[in-house]
């Protein structure tokens, strides 16, 4: 008993504590936060973490904040930091694991370990408020008082630690291991059945659930383990039977396109574009038709956004090609609007309104039996969210204002990302219609949808807009605004 509560101790990190000065431990996580954006990376740090730190609760930080802070400090070393070496730290606590985990004979055969066992403790779908089991952190991410990464939030805890994703990273030996341990883990003959193809399908579902909701910034890294695995059971080349082995392919090739949007939705266009081109080789070698199309849309929007527009109406077509062959009169619309965007921001007025016509007149024909699962967001107010990005790019700026206003008015509450960027742009659009007030009261509204949505083309979309209105600042609404956004972004 003696020992433990003395490994437990925590020393505190007074070299840290001397780096930081005068400033507050906000403040300071701030710097933190806008040094990880120099050197393109995301850490989720904030007072709390700076607080831990400097209380010796983490003794090691793990690789991203490690860069940050090196980035922050040069010519300093971790040790110069005041933090252990993360040799030291691994093997401490591999010991603390040792001392309070009993081991499978002292435990006895109902102690015995279950790769089944991680579903049964967190139902499918739940979103679990308690602390991550040890076995769902990232190894290089350690901590005196818990197992939990530091700069893990919530919602990449829920996703790691929900049913059946859950129960593809266990039984592939991916919980908490290295991309090469993992790799290393998983035997190469190995039967692929029924519950691999449901777990794969299952972490699909649950990634666009917590994207809808909160936004790609925070589950982007978390998401890369079980695409890693379902690559993995392809890889390994041994399904029962063809419907399983179709499924297989379709399953790892939406998941590729999920963490890909996530990618995209962060600001990380390189990785997203590769994640894309592997789900398109996917659909290719599979010969899957509906993988193949929503591999094109997500390419087509990820070349608008990158400013590739070219690129994105010919990844638009090949999508409306690949389409022709399934019955889904939404996904074309869908697919002519991502055309649609592009012919916009190449100045193409007549082809962009060919192409809005298109997707109105598909559009019109209602929901089918056909269309993809992943379509589930895809209704009245992204066509119109859509029809006011092209007016917008146009220089029609009233006009994207009324539809990016019925856009906001349509959405469904639940998909609070969706809703934070109509709205974003919405308020873009009235900023450069000469509507400042109404403006500012957009901007207030997504504000207040941030504090739960994670999303960085939604910080750049209402900064865009904080630039338009900074000359009329002296007005009430508008000048109120701007103190808010600032404060905001000073705490990100």
Not at 364 to 373: Q, Y
Not at 480 to 488: C, N
Request: net charge positive; proline share 5%; hydrophobic share 40%.
């Amino acid at each position: 008993m003696t020992s433990s509560r003395a490994v437990s101790r925590s020393v505190p990190n007074l070299a840290f504590r001397r780096l930081r000065g005068q400033r507050s431990p906000g403040e300071f996580a701030a710097a933190v936060r806008r040094a990880a954006r120099e050197i393109g990376e995301h850490v989720a740090c904030d007072a709390r973490y700076v607080g831990r730190v400097e209380a010796g609760e983490i003794r090691c930080p793990n690789y991203a904040y490690e860069r940050v802070f090196l980035h922050m400090f040069p010519g300093l070393t971790l040790r110069d930091l005041g933090f252990s070496a993360r040799e030291d730290v691994r093997g401490r606590a591999a010991r603390v694991t040792s001392q309070r985990r009993p081991s499978p004979a002292a435990a006895g055969p109902a102690a015995a370990p279950s790769s089944a066992a991680p579903s049964s403790a967190v139902p499918s779908g739940a979103v679990p408020s308690g602390p991550v089991p040890s076995k769902a952190v990232p190894s290089g991410e350690t901590s005196t008082t818990s197992t939990t990464s530091e700069e893990s939030d919530v919602l990449r805890r829920a996703f790691i630690t929900s049913g059946p994703a859950t129960v593809m990273a266990a039984s592939l030996g991916l919980g908490g291991t290295s991309a090469a341990a993992a790799s290393a883990a998983i035997p190469a003959p190995r039967r692929v059945g029924e519950t691999e193809v449901h777990a794969v399908e299952e972490a699909v579902r649950r990634i666009r659930l917590l994207d809808d909701r909160h936004g790609a910034d925070g589950l982007y890294r978390s998401a890369a383990q079980p695409l890693r695995a379902a690559y993995s059971l392809l890889d390994a080349g041994t399904t029962t039977r063809r419907s399983t082995a179709e499924r297989l392919y379709a399953g790892a090739g939406e998941l590729s396109i999920s963490v890909g949007w996530l990618a995209h939705d962060s600001g990380r266009f390189d990785a997203a574009r590769s994640h894309y081109a592997e789900a398109l080789a996917t659909a290719r070698i599979a010969g899957d038709p509906a993988l193949e199309a929503h591999a094109f849309c997500n390419t087509s929007f990820l070349a608008r956004d990158a400013g590739q527009y070219r690129e994105a109406v010919r990844a638009a077509q090949a999508g409306r090609r690949a389409a022709a062959r399934l019955s889904s009169p939404r996904l074309l619309s869908l697919l002519a609007l991502r055309e649609a965007g592009g012919r916009a921001r190449l100045g193409d007025r007549t082809g962009c309104a060919q192409a809005l016509s298109q997707a109105h007149g598909y559009f019109d024909r209602g929901p089918s039996d056909a269309d993809p699962e992943w379509m589930s967001f895809f209704g009245e107010p992204e066509l119109e969210a859509n029809e006011a990005l092209c007016h917008a790019a146009l220089g029609d700026w009233a006009r994207a204002a009324r539809h990016a206003y019925r856009a906001a008015a349509l959405q469904q509450p639940h998909f609070a990302r969706n809703l934070a960027l109509y709205r974003a742009e919405l308020a873009a659009d009235l900023a450069r219609s000469g509507a400042p007030d109404e403006a500012a009261a957009a901007g207030h509204q997504v504000l207040d949808l941030l504090e739960d949505v994670q999303s960085s083309r939604i910080h750049t979309a209402l900064a865009g807009t904080v630039r338009v209105l900074l000359p009329q600042r002296r007005l009430p609404e508008v000048g109120a605004f701007l103190e808010r956004h600032a404060s905001v972004n000073a705490r990100a």
